[in-house]
């Protein structure tokens, strides 16, 4: 049964031959190895163009940023994974990324939604950035829901990765729409909150890479690919100094059973 409509196979991304592989349109032997580093080829493959020098420096400063935060819950499962099932390294990173989950890994897709439509929005109405941001909190906040790109349960007064993209972003002069909208809701969501929220990492990836004009349905790739890169650290380190058993003995001796008593 087909489901869908019918068209032809075909993908513009790869073709493997006896003696070649073309990858874009380039020689992956001649062209590639050796003259591209993996964060210009991931852009290659992803957006089918070579990747130009401000994509690649903010891609690599994102996936920097990105990789690591500590002991998060998607490491604890992915550590707890290996440690019951040493041979299954892929199992065991596949753990991690679904533990991570929409919250984690959606963020920064949520933020450049928002940023879209509010960027769209402001020019097809002929408003400020400051009265855009208005509506867009009120909106937002009139629904129920939080302000994506705002906050976090750890950093304060502000995070340190936005800080640091954002400094990075007017420094090479790559600031657009979209980094002006997220600048002109910090103090409106400041207002509306009665207390300062922070732009978080997630806020900045989205604003400064569509500033960028990578394509906003990646964006959830980029803390993917971030995170799989960490969590293959946290498993060799686990193979070495292994802890997945540990962390779930304190999870037990922590969580406190309020249930029923038995008999």
């Not at 002991?71 to 992915?78: D, F, G, K, S, W």
Request: charged share 20%; net charge negative; hydrophobic share 45%.
């Amino acid at each position: 049964m087909l489901i869908g409509k019918p068209g032809p196979l075909k993908s513009g991304i790869c073709k493997a031959d006896e003696a070649s592989i073309t990858v874009r349109g380039q020689d992956l032997c001649n062209d590639l190895m050796g003259h591209m580093g993996s964060t210009e080829f991931f852009l290659l493959h992803l957006m089918g163009e070579p990747a130009t020098k401000e994509q690649v420096f903010f891609m690599d400063a994102m996936l920097v940023g990105l990789a690591e935060h500590g002991m998060v819950p998607c490491v604890q499962a992915a550590r707890m994974t290996l440690a019951a099932a040493p041979e299954a390294l892929q199992g065991a990173v596949a753990a991690g990324i679904n533990g991570a989950g929409s919250v984690i890994l959606g963020a920064a897709e949520n933020v450049g939604v928002m940023l879209s439509r509010g960027v769209t929005e402001m020019e097809e109405r002929g408003k400020t950035a400051a009265a855009e941001a208005k509506r867009v909190v009120e909106e937002l906040l009139a629904a129920k829901k939080s302000v994506p790109g705002f906050g976090h349960p750890l950093h304060w007064p502000d995070d340190p990765r936005a800080i640091r993209l954002l400094q990075l972003a007017h420094e090479r002069k790559v600031i657009g729409r979209h980094t002006e909208f997220l600048e002109a809701l910090s103090p409106v969501v400041d207002e509306a909150c009665g207390r300062h929220l922070p732009i978080n990492i997630n806020g900045t990836i989205a604003s400064i890479m569509l500033d960028l004009d990578f394509p906003m349905q990646a964006l959830r790739g980029v803390p993917i690919l971030a995170r799989t890169i960490g969590l293959l650290g946290h498993l060799y380190e686990e193979t070495q100094r292994p802890i997945g058993f540990l962390l779930s003995h304190h999870a037990e001796a922590v969580v406190e059973y309020d249930g029923m008593k038995a008999g």
